[in-house]
């Protein structure tokens, strides 16, 4: 079973605009990931946040997760259309297994 | 730097026929490896992954295995395939506990 549910599953937005999707877990974890998956190809890791941190950032990417609510979201700052992309989120257990969500797809147009 | 190879790219096999998906990994010593199915516009299924040599976890029963013959060598089969086993697989290393990188997939279809 899925761990993390992205929310929303599609996002259609104009080049310049933030978009922002949310993940939803369950159980407790060790970390969450934020991964991108451009069609066809392989998943690409983002960003990393670790359960004891609140806000993470890297370039125009902004995380932040809420453990008390089991929840974590990613913003793009000023998209462009080369974000246009499957984007999925994932938490780990004690063994560095990952639990992938079923993602959100964002197309940014020009 | 570290490179994660898979192949074939594309495969298209009758039902029945038998499978095998290469994974190799360049650059990294002892890596944990893992095998992905991802169906279309889903998210990715954990099917396999090793934290050594020989050393294979199942995570869904199934007609696939998965074997580690080398530290950076990583290899899914299937000794007869289903039209449910059509899919993207992917194939990812880690240090574990952080993040970990993919390959670019094996897309296979079954017919």
């Known amino acids: 079973s899925q761990q993390g549910e992205e929310d929303p599953q599609a996002l259609s937005i104009q080049e310049g605009e933030n978009a922002t999707m949310n993940c939803s877990y369950k159980t407790s974890i060790n970390n969450l990931q934020w991964y991108r998956q451009n069609s066809g190809r392989g998943l690409v890791h983002l960003i990393l946040i670790r359960s004891n941190e609140r806000e993470k950032h890297s370039g125009r990417l902004r995380v932040t997760l809420d453990t008390s609510k089991k929840s974590s979201s990613l913003l793009i700052t000023a998209s462009r259309a080369a974000d246009t992309a499957s984007y999925f989120c994932?938490?780990?257990?004690?063994?560095?297994?990952?639990?992938f969500g079923a993602g959100t797809q964002v197309v940014v147009t020009p | 730097s570290q490179t994660i190879h898979q192949w074939p790219a594309t495969l298209v096999q009758p039902v029945g026929s038998p499978l095998s998906l290469e994974c190799t990994v360049e650059g990294t010593s002892n890596p944990n490896l893992y095998w992905y199915r991802q169906a279309a516009g889903r998210g990715l299924q954990l099917l396999f992954y090793s934290v050594g040599i020989g050393q294979i976890s199942s995570e869904v029963p199934q007609n696939l295995s998965a074997s580690r013959p080398q530290d950076r060598q990583f290899i899914l089969s299937s000794k007869k395939l289903l039209l449910s086993d059509s899919g993207f697989y992917l194939c990812?290393?880690?240090?574990?506990?952080?993040?970990?990188?993919f390959g670019p997939g094996t897309r296979l279809t079954v017919l």
């Open positions: 990812a290393w880690s240090v574990q506990g952080f993040e970990q990188f």
């Open positions: 994932a938490t780990d257990d004690s063994w560095g297994k990952l639990q």
